[in-house]
């Protein structure tokens, strides 16, 4: 079975540092393009960040040069690793499979999601 | 980079048949995807690609496109489909070709 376990999720001060875990089964991570996704409370979705199978990382501008996108391919797992938070920064992040042919762009499976709260 | 545009919300009597829509210039070149979130849950994709459904998704979800605008139809519409729906797309607007962009979501209420 095809699955993503998010793990890492916590509240935070603003400036500080988390890193989100996503352990991949029934698929190999580092063959695949793999996103994070997250969500504001109440808001909709919003891209944060990919990493390609040949290891290109890409971000939302949002994030970048904050946020690290990496995999462990020993460990099958993908990483988010955030810096200098800030309450907007507060949201249940997803990771997600990526797929993609000419036509389009898709995510599946999603993760179960893990809350970061960046609060003081 | 582009954005897509969907209605906030949508109703529709049970048993009737809905389209919910997402607008965008790069739906000019990508189809859209949808997803579909229950409160609480995770997005679960629905439709991909010209008209694509994942195993497991109802035959009653399809999808389709015309020029700027995507639609994701549900015919006989259940209860159970109550959610939140998402579309996304590639973005194509030059500096983010490699982002992906979301619409901001359509509720949809089963009367």
């Known amino acids: 079975e095809v699955q993503l376990v998010e793990t890492g999720g916590g509240l935070i001060q603003p400036g500080g540092s988390l890193r989100l875990s996503c352990a991949a089964s029934?698929?190999?991570?580092?063959?695949?393009?793999m996103s994070w996704v997250r969500q504001a409370p109440g808001k909709g979705l919003e891209w944060v960040s990919v990493?390609?199978?040949?290891?290109?990382?890409y971000y939302a501008d949002s994030v970048k040069g904050r946020f690290t996108i990496s995999r462990d391919n020993s460990k099958n797992t993908l990483y988010l690793q955030m810096n200098s938070l800030r309450a907007e920064d507060t949201a249940v992040y997803y990771c997600?499979?990526?797929?993609?042919?000419?036509?389009?762009?898709?995510?599946?499976?999603w993760g179960q999601g893990t809350l970061v709260t960046v609060s003081s | 980079s582009s954005e897509l545009t969907q209605d906030p919300a949508v109703s529709v009597a049970l048993g009737q048949t809905v389209r919910i829509t997402c607008q965008g210039d790069s739906l000019r070149s990508y189809y859209a995807s949808w997803y579909q979130q229950k409160p609480g849950q995770a997005p679960v994709l629905v439709i991909y690609?010209?008209?694509n459904r994942p195993s497991g998704i109802p035959d009653r979800f399809s999808g389709s496109s015309s020029g700027n605008t995507a639609s994701l139809t549900i015919t006989g519409a259940q209860a159970e489909d109550e959610a939140d729906y998402y579309c996304n797309s590639r973005d194509s607007s030059g500096n983010h070709l490699d982002a992906v962009v979301f619409g901001g979501g359509t509720k949809l209420t089963v009367l």
């Open positions: 990493i390609y199978s040949g290891g290109s990382t």
């Open positions: 029934g698929f190999t991570v580092s063959s695949n393009y």
């Open positions: 690609g010209k008209n």
């Open positions: 997600a499979r990526d797929h993609y042919d000419s036509s389009g762009y898709w995510f599946d499976p």
